[in-house]
């Protein structure tokens, strides 16, 4: 395994700044992730605050009793309770098998983190994984991509699900899972770890009964010797902890809403888009309907009288919300906005582990954190990794592509090019010159036409089409018979493409990590996060 290090652009203008350490951009923020010193003034503002770690660590040790575990992961929940502790954490929606591979580059980047940050600091630093349980979207979660017939195919997992449950609601068909398991591994061919690789989601999925369970526990069979500690959003335990943070959001959220409107416009007066969209009357919480089970986002009505669904689903005055949250905090979940909040005010957070999309959105969120009296934790960019084949490489060095456009482009540009080069010339010509002939031999037999058979003149100009369309025809042909001839070539380009810009976007965002475990064996894992990985803001591939 071998590491190489490239400076790409990131997605976003925003988050490519951030990266390139723009000043502009820095000042959305209370620290800088590149600034080691940073990190040592974090810990003196954590100082300075109280964490509920014991009831924290409790709840966490009870959550991840039915999963897999480790020396280090108890280890870990032993730090936790220390006072002097502190925690790397991230998170994610609970992916079928765990989702794209950026679901497993983020899990990574925050136990490298962590380690790193403990040898540095002197201090016990944890690595939190945050799984978004309490995210009702089944259709982002519900689906992984294969190759067929050459090109990516979407495979939805077959289950029915008509109620908009939590995902950490949303129940199992083991049976069904199965099944579709097994034919998702089926398309990606026997190797000598399949058999292994079947056993170990058979047994991650025997102990499972929701769609968090069979994320978590593929999870931590895959990271417990690293002591990675998860914790599930959506978890009604852990909304006892949360009720007085609730409670603290409800009676401010017209100082949050305004805080983040008002970062909004100074993002926008220097150039940027705003990442966020929210209302004036946003209350930043969601109200979980379990009748309907539906999640209900609220606001408060033109007067400020009542806290209301948006489309009036259900009210309430703020005093019966502040109840709810005191007696049924497991009706209630945050929102993009007050998600960071929560996270702040449970875990004595050293840094924040984001891609690029959430480092846009936290961008507004400054003067939020300074209305509570705090700062936001450094935001350090995940670790964006690209997995290389050594058979891809070796078709990309055939080829002379430059691997840095390839990641940013994809293929399409050299292969059109490689396509140019194979035409024959000769042959173009004479097709164009009999194109230019006919047509001009066309145009003296209509002046003729014109004045003795004008009625024959629109059957004229149709057999001129025909007899055009017949020289592009033959001329199609031939290129298409060029192209056969140098198919394993042109194979080679789509091979690339489908590898490293899948469906035109990055192979973090498309492809399943299971495909390289059945390529490379699990082990591989533990054999990346022992690299020297760097948060530079550089690409990192890794040639397998």
Known sequence: MEILNLTLPAPNRFATGYFEGNTLIQDFFHYDYKKENHYAERLK?????????????????????RYPSSDQVRDNLRKLRQKNSVAVIGGQQAGLFTGPLYSLHKVISIIKLAEQKEAELGVPV?????????????????????????????????QKQLEKKMASELY??????????????????????????????????????????FFASVIMEIFKDHGLLIIDSGNSGLRKLEKEYFSRQIKNHEAITASVLHQQKEKEAAGFQKAMDISPNAINLFYYDRINNERILLQSDPEGKLLTGKNGEVSFTEGAL????SEHPEKLSNNVVTRPLMQEWLFPVLAFIGGPGEIAYWSELKLVFEHFGMKMPPLVPRLNITLLDRSIERDIEELGL????VLTAGTEKFELRYIDSIKDRELEVLFEKTKEQLEENYRMIRTRMSSSYPALLSLLEKNEDVLLGQIDFMEKKTEESACRKNDAVLRKFSKINHALRP?????????????????YGMDFVSELIAQNLTFDGTHKVVKM
């Open 45 to 65: 503002e954590l100082g300075t605050r109280q964490f509920f770690r014991n009831e924290l660590a409790d709840h966490i040790d009870e959550f991840m009793s």
């Open 172 to 213: 199992l068909d083991q049976e069904v899972c199965r099944n579709w398991v097994e034919g998702i591994i089926e398309t990606y061919g026997e190797t000598e770890h399949t058999k292994d690789l079947l056993s170990f989601t058979e047994q991650q999925l025997l102990k499972s009964e929701t769609i968090v369970d």
């Open 402 to 405: 430059d691997l840095s456009e």
């Open 126 to 158: 944890v690595p939190v994984f945050w799984i978004a349980g309490e995210d009702h979207d089944f259709q982002e979660i519900n689906h992984v991509y294969v190759m067929n017939t050459n090109k990516p195919e979407k495979r939805v997992f077959p």
């Open 503 to 519: 469906l035109g976007i990055p192979q973090e965002r498309v492809w399943n990590p299971f495909w390289y475990f059945n390529r």
């Open 322 to 325: 502040l109840e709810i949250a």
